[in-house]
């Protein structure tokens, strides 16, 4: 289960200890255990440019994705799935607002990330994001996040 993380900018210096086993944790409760992942921890700035020039919104996000498996896996290769940017920064406040933990709001934000990658996407109407919070609930429960 390939799944590379860096960080950049203001996440630097944060701490993650363990956002690869929960990564993994996530893949391996998609069935996606020999699947690809990158993820990029970054701060506000830097994902505040991605959500301009990606998704034509001027702000600052706490989580995007860019799927890349748009083709099946060649046989004995991973599948690729993408990139998952978050902000540290906005993770951040956001733990804060919810009352709960850095870590769990991590752990939140990389669901969803990865459940984009693989093609769930709640704004495309009201059914479609009661599926995927539902994935979201079911995939938070079994990583104990």
């Given amino acids: 289960m390939p799944v590379q993380i860096s960080k950049r900018g203001t996440a630097r210096g944060r701490k993650t200890p363990g956002l690869l086993k929960t990564a ?9 255990k020999d699947a690809e ?29 860019f799927p890349q498996d748009d083709t099946e896996p060649v046989e004995g290769s991973p599948r690729i799935l993408g ?10 406040r956001q733990a804060v607002e919810k009352g709960h933990t850095f870590d769990r709001e991590l752990t939140i934000l990389l669901i969803h990330g990865v459940l984009h990658l693989i093609g769930y996407d709640h ?21 104990g996040g």
């Fill in 123 to 143: 704004e495309r109407g009201r059914k479609d994001g009661i599926v995927m919070r539902a994935m979201e609930k079911r995939l938070l429960k079994e990583v």
């Fill in 83 to 92: 990139d998952v940017v978050i902000s540290v920064e906005t993770t951040e």
């Fill in 24 to 32: 993994r944790s996530i893949l391996s409760g998609l069935s996606l």
């Fill in 37 to 65: 992942l990158s993820i990029l921890l970054t701060g506000d700035r830097e994902i505040h440019g991605l959500n301009l020039t990606y998704r034509g919104k001027d702000k600052p996000t706490d989580v995007l994705s």
